[in-house]
């Protein structure tokens, strides 16, 4: 059969001939559709609505049960989450971001996992530890952790997985405040509502943490925001190192150990449990040095205001203290410059801090309590009577100038590999030179250390050291100019 062309008015009846043929088919019972399309149909009856705003009901009701549901259906999602999973999060703002990525390091996933960072740091925030792994001879530390993702592993036979994220900052000025440290958030998760095994991973975490400064001691100091700053980690310097007389190592070891002791005793006597210390005298004589050796000898951290720092304030300083730990040294050096007399010294004028605010934050009402305070001054004579006063100020530690005895001491320390004969002959023959009480500690200390390989030349130049100070001579051989 030849075919046929059709046209375009052909089309157009045999269009109009079949949409009769399905005009004449019947409507569609809205009964049939269902339950809830009965109920619409029932209700759109006795509201006398039309066939077309029924389907417009019909289509809302189901739009609505739609929306509904998404959005309570999240609310109920988060609540079955919360009764079946148990979650820590862990903020890289926080110092417990350090204990985490610490315990992760040493995590036998983290040594085997195939996605992984690497880290030559685990302080908070992104920031560098001041004197960790700086050496010129060693290398930087290494620490492997998880990559940012979801990981997966075993604890204490439970099944735990953790999620790193990094966030990216919304815009430029957030990311300057972070000044281009990258903010992190770990979250560890398990399943069940009990949150034990998470309490012992954290708790297993810090004990973990702390034991690698159990030899060192931690130095903290105030950044310009107002919060305490881990600066610098230590070794313990032992006391036998510090030469000054025994009876003052050893009383003041004695009075630390026993106010750390001795808590309840001053709740039952209604006592503020602070102690204070001020140790002053000539520069150079071992003021802060002795601290150092304290804070290891008693096992504490010390925590450094300076007074000169031009962001503090009052309020700043308050928090502060505030916010040092109850066992703790709290140590402010060179008092004397900051305040003379209630007035701002030479050094602190550019800072807001009152002798009000100063004293208030000593042991003011919200003044820590357990901490050890110790302050420094080369100048008692300067510093006003009411900030070292009985209460404030408990014992008071003059460091002078090197006696012979010290300079007999001083000068076997430096030579250790002396048989004991030529160390006490030698160490003799040097501290009978060296006049009593005329020169500091640091200035034999500096003489010494122009000879520390030839204990003999030390010997022989000693008194032509001594002369050229009686002398008024520049040439200090104590000191070294390099041109």
């Known amino acids: 059969m030849p075919s046929v062309l059709i046209g375009p008015p052909y089309v157009s009846l045999l269009a109009r001939r079949h949409a009769r043929a399905f005009s004449s088919l019947?409507?569609?019972?809205?009964v049939n559709t269902g339950s809830l399309g009965?109920?619409?149909?029932t209700v759109a009856d006795k509201l006398g609505l039309g066939e077309l705003a029924t389907s417009g009901l019909q289509l809302a009701v189901v739009g609505g049960a739609v929306a509904g549901f998404r959005y309570f259906?999240?609310?109920?999602f988060e609540y079955l989450k919360k009764q079946t999973i148990a979650a820590v999060d862990f903020d890289s703002r926080d110092e417990s971001y350090s204990w985490i990525l610490n315990w992760l390091n040493d995590l036998p996933y983290s040594q085997n996992a195939s996605r992984f960072s690497v880290s030559t740091t685990i302080t908070r925030a992104g920031q560098r530890l001041i004197g960790e792994g700086l050496d010129a001879h060693k290398l930087p530390p290494v620490y492997f952790l998880p990559a940012p993702g979801i990981h997966i592993f075993m604890y204490k036979n439970r099944l735990l997985w953790l999620s790193r994220e990094r966030p990216q900052p919304t815009s430029a000025a957030a990311a300057a405040m972070v000044q281009?440290?990258?903010l992190e958030r770990i979250q560890i998760s398990t399943f069940g509502r009990s949150r034990t095994v998470l309490q012992d991973l954290v708790l297993d975490a810090q004990r973990k943490y702390i034991e690698r400064d159990l030899s060192r001691t931690v130095v903290y100091a105030a950044d310009q925001y107002g919060a305490w700053r881990r600066t610098r980690s230590r070794p313990k310097r032992p006391l036998s190192t510090i030469v000054i007389p025994n009876n003052v190592k050893s009383d003041l070891v004695v009075d630390a150990q026993e106010f750390l002791g001795s808590e309840q005793w001053y709740?039952?006597?209604?006592?503020?449990?602070?102690r204070g210390y001020l140790l002053y005298g000539t520069p150079g004589s071992g003021k802060t040095s002795f601290v150092y050796s304290l804070a290891g000898e008693l096992g504490l951290n010390i925590y450094v205001v300076n007074l000169s720092n031009k962001s503090l304030t009052d309020d700043t300083l308050g928090e502060l203290v505030t916010e040092t730990p109850s066992r703790c040294i709290l140590l402010i050096e060179d008092v004397d410059a900051a305040f003379v007399q209630r007035t701002k010294g030479e050094g602190s004028t550019t800072n807001s801090i009152t002798f009000s605010g100063l004293l208030n934050a000593?042991?003011?009402?919200?003044a820590q309590e357990g901490r050890i305070l110790c302050m420094t001054t080369n100048h008692i004579e300067k510093l006003d009577a009411a900030l070292i006063?009985?209460?404030?100020?408990?014992?008071?530690?003059h460091f002078g100038n090197a006696?012979?005895?010290?300079?007999?001491?001083?000068?076997?320390?430096?030579y250790p590999s002396l048989t004991p004969d030529q160390s006490n002959a030698m160490a003799t023959a040097f501290a009978s030179q060296v006049p009593d009480m005329r020169f500091s500690m640091a200035h034999v200390q500096g003489f010494l250390m122009s000879h520390k390989q030839n204990p003999e030349k030390a010997v022989e130049t000693v008194s032509q050291w001594v002369s050229s100070h009686d002398s008024n001579s520049s040439n200090d051989s104590s000191t070294t100019d390099k041109e």
């Open 26 to 30: 019947p409507p569609t019972d809205p």
């Open 38 to 41: 009965q109920f619409i149909s």
């Open 73 to 76: 259906g999240g609310f109920l």
């Open 180 to 182: 281009n440290a990258a």
């Open 267 to 274: 709740s039952d006597r209604g006592i503020p449990y602070r």
């Open 362 to 366: 000593i042991d003011g009402v919200a």
């Open 389 to 397: 006063r009985p209460g404030r100020i408990d014992v008071r530690v």
């Open 403 to 414: 006696t012979q005895s010290q300079a007999y001491e001083l000068f076997q320390k430096f």
